[in-house]
């Protein structure tokens, strides 16, 4: 099993909203230590980062295309992370990713190979 399990995938007509959320697969886990983020892969593409938010959940970062539509947010009483995707377009239509990085930076800061845990991806698929 990955180290982090996404939910919330699926089918969704263009306008719409979808949840995305991320838990630890395994025990030891301290959420507290790490930032998150959230990346996606379409077809043909490389993988992009669409969002993050720090350890201290301070300052969360979006990519140009989501901002206004998107918004990342942490429960640390639930270990989760969560993506709320709403005015979904076509051009979401992803595999997502959540991925965590141990470090209080800025999110931001961290390369993609720097993070420490992957989650197995949720498809998300925005039909026009």
């Known amino acids: 099993e990955a180290p982090l399990v996404e939910s919330g995938g699926g089918w969704v007509q263009a306008g719409g909203s979808r949840r995305l959320s991320c838990a630890p697969s395994?025990?030891?886990?301290?959420?507290?230590?790490?930032?998150f983020g959230w990346f996606r892969q379409a077809p043909g593409k490389e993988r992009e980062r669409v969002s993050c938010?720090?350890?201290?959940?301070?300052?969360?970062y979006y990519e140009d295309s989501v901002k206004g539509r998107f918004t990342i947010s942490t429960d640390d009483t639930k270990n989760t992370v969560s993506l709320q995707m709403n005015g979904l377009k076509p051009e979401d239509t992803a595999v997502y990713y959540c991925?965590?990085?141990?470090?209080?930076?800025?999110?931001?800061?961290?390369?993609?190979?720097?993070?420490?845990?992957w989650g197995q991806g949720a498809q998300v698929t925005v039909s026009s």
């Open positions: 395994f025990i030891g886990f301290n959420f507290d230590d790490y930032g």
């Open positions: 938010i720090s350890s201290m959940a301070t300052s969360p």
């Open positions: 991925a965590a990085v141990e470090g209080d930076d800025p999110c931001e800061e961290y390369p993609e190979d720097e993070y420490d845990y």
